[in-house]
């Protein structure tokens, strides 16, 4: 994602800016070009609830001193996105 493109996004719904929300990672790599990005264009990435499909792909988060790292049970989608719910209900204080 160009930079530009980060920027006109920073506006956009899908950054985290309410309860119920995470920023979903996949690799290494694309962690570290997340934060590149985010940093590049004045937002603060490590207040964001993260939710990475490995600790491989959440070291980089971790090293960028991001405070919420959740990891999925298991390194696929349907995990992350099984993650993604339970600490959106948690969020919202169902049971």
Not at 42 to 61: K, M, T, Y
Not at 72 to 91: D, G
Request: proline residues 6%.
């Amino acid at each position: 994602m160009q930079l530009s493109r980060l920027q006109r996004f920073s506006r956009m719904p899908w950054l985290p800016s309410n309860q119920g929300s995470s920023v979903l990672h996949y690799s290494r790599r694309s962690a570290g070009i997340f934060l590149k990005l985010t940093e590049n264009a004045g937002l603060d990435a490590a207040s964001w609830p993260h939710v990475c499909i490995s600790q491989d792909a959440a070291e980089p988060l971790r090293e960028a001193g991001c405070e919420t790292v959740h990891i999925a049970e298991k390194p696929n989608e349907q995990s992350m996105v099984a993650l993604v719910m339970t600490l959106s209900h948690v969020e919202e204080g169902s049971p």
